[in-house]
């Protein structure tokens, strides 16, 4: 079992910087690739970066390439989205995750609660 939780949401200007956090409550970690997903009002949720089990891998979608950069700390159990230029479209709850499998298609079977990000324009 892996309890998943986030940290870092909150309102911010457009053009702007924040980074959230995912902390892990497992013994295995290095077990898990994990990825950052959201979900804006009124819309699916969809996929927004992963990093694999080492932390040596890690791809992003198109929307966020170039302005996201996600990274892991084995210590500390804890992975790392730290989100610059932000934009209103990156307005969303961000959820993180957790898989034992890594890449497209992957199926993650832990989730955090969420944590809200608001950019204003």
């Known amino acids: 079992q892996v309890q998943l939780v986030e940290s870092g949401g909150r309102l911010v200007q457009a053009g702007g910087s924040l980074r959230l956090s995912c902390a892990a409550s497992t013994r295995t970690f290095s077990s898990y690739s994990m990825g950052w997903f959201r979900q804006a009002p009124g819309k699916e949720r969809e996929f927004v970066a992963a990093i694999s089990w080492s932390g040596g891998s890690t791809y992003y979608a198109d929307s966020v390439k170039g302005r996201f950069t996600l990274s892991r700390d084995s210590a500390k159990k804890t992975v790392y989205l730290q989100m610059n230029s932000l934009k209103p479209e990156d307005t969303a709850v961000y959820y993180c995750?957790?898989?034992?499998?890594?890449?497209?298609?992957?199926?993650?079977?832990?989730w955090g609660q969420g944590t809200q990000v608001t950019v204003s324009s």
């Open positions: 995750a957790a898989s034992r499998s890594y890449g497209l298609g992957s199926v993650y079977d832990y």
